[in-house]
């Protein structure tokens, strides 16, 4: 019988397809350590699922971990569930986003 794949895991997969790998030092993980959160604190703190939290992550309604420690835990900015909170729930920040910043201008090289 197959393992079954965990949000983390599928998390993980996504997050090396989209920025590759670059393993993380003992200083990058203390750096990191200063600066972001793991998913499980914050959502201890918010009162959120972190396998919720990862699953809006892959349906790109959440912005994927900031950084992978060298120990596979993702690392998360520690205000990314206010800006869900002042955009009334998980489903709703790319809406939310696009309702609050206005477009790049005709030919901003951004855009």
């Not at 949000?7 to 993980?29: F, I, K, S």
């Not at 499980?40 to 994927?64: K, N």
């Not at 060298?70 to 729930?89: F, H, N, R």
């Amino acid at each position: 019988m197959a393992a079954t794949v965990t949000p983390r895991q599928r998390l993980a997969r996504r997050y090396l397809a989209v920025n590759g790998e670059h393993p993380m030092t003992g200083a990058d993980d203390a750096y990191v350590d200063r600066y972001f959160t793991p998913p499980e604190a914050l959502c201890a703190r918010h009162g959120q699922d972190p396998d919720e939290v990862r699953g809006h992550m892959l349906a790109e309604h959440l912005p994927l971990p900031a950084h992978l420690r060298s120990d596979g835990t993702e690392m998360v900015p520690a205000d990314l569930l206010e800006l869900v909170e002042e955009a009334d729930g998980l489903a709703k920040p790319p809406d939310w986003f696009r309702g609050h910043w206005a477009d790049p201008a005709p030919g901003d090289p951004m855009s």
